[in-house]
T-cell receptor
């Protein structure tokens, strides 16, 4: 069965903190994605990766970076968290087009 | 870029009723997926359906690629069907990031 896991379901951080969101998939998928979901704005693409050590910017990469050192793991980094990064963060992976999502991390930045 | 529009934005049903959700997209696409987001935020794959018709239990989907729309049918709705239904299309080649519609929020009451 397909499995995408995210390190935390809920996270509360302070403004200015460095935040790491981890995503792991066990399906040997090459493609991995980070989206954020906000009321009224839907899901928006932050970054994606087609292979280890490769990354591409999505629609809203400002304030974020990513790391993909191993095929199964794709990390989203908030270099200096701000209140406007309070959101639901969703990770996904795919191989042949079908995307599978993790459970999401609801991040609150105070 | 490709625009994805879903209708209706909200739908309220009594248990047992049938419904049709619509997704229009502005350009030809290689991939179209339907997702259900449950109340806990998890996005669950329903269908990968770039064209044709598929059925899975009480749910079925039809995509008419030449006319740029897809329909999701829910028959004999149950309270567990409540949540947000998203249509998403691929931006380019297979395996690339998805562009999501704003979703249809379905509420099924007993």
């Amino acid at each position: 069965d397909v499995k995408v896991t995210q390190s935390s379901r809920y996270l509360v951080k302070r403004t200015g903190e460095k935040v790491f969101l981890e995503c792991v998939q066990d399906m040997d998928h090459e493609n991995m994605f980070w989206y954020r979901q906000d009321p009224g704005l839907g899901l928006r693409l932050i970054y994606f990766s087609y292979d280890v050590k490769m990354k591409e910017k999505g629609d809203i990469p400002e304030g974020y970076s990513v790391s993909r050192e191993k095929k199964e793991r794709f990390s989203l980094i908030l270099e200096s968290a701000s209140t406007n990064q309070t959101s639901m963060y969703l990770c996904a992976s795919s191989l042949d087009g079908t995307q599978y999502f993790g459970p999401g991390t609801r991040l609150t930045v105070l | 870029g490709i625009q994805v529009e879903q209708s209706p934005p909200d739908l309220i049903l009594q248990e047992g009723a049938n419904s049709t959700l619509r997704c229009n997209f502005s350009d030809s696409v290689n991939n179209l997926q339907w997702f259900h987001q449950n109340p806990w935020g998890q996005l669950i794959n329903l269908f990968y359906i770039p064209s044709g018709t598929k059925q899975n239990g009480r749910l079925s989907a039809t995509t008419v690629a030449t006319e740029r729309y897809s329909l999701l049918y829910i028959s004999s709705s149950q309270t567990t069907d409540s949540g947000v239904y998203f249509c998403a299309v691929e931006r380019g080649q297979a395996g690339t990031a998805l562009i999501f519609g704003k979703g249809t929020t379905l509420s099924v009451s007993s």
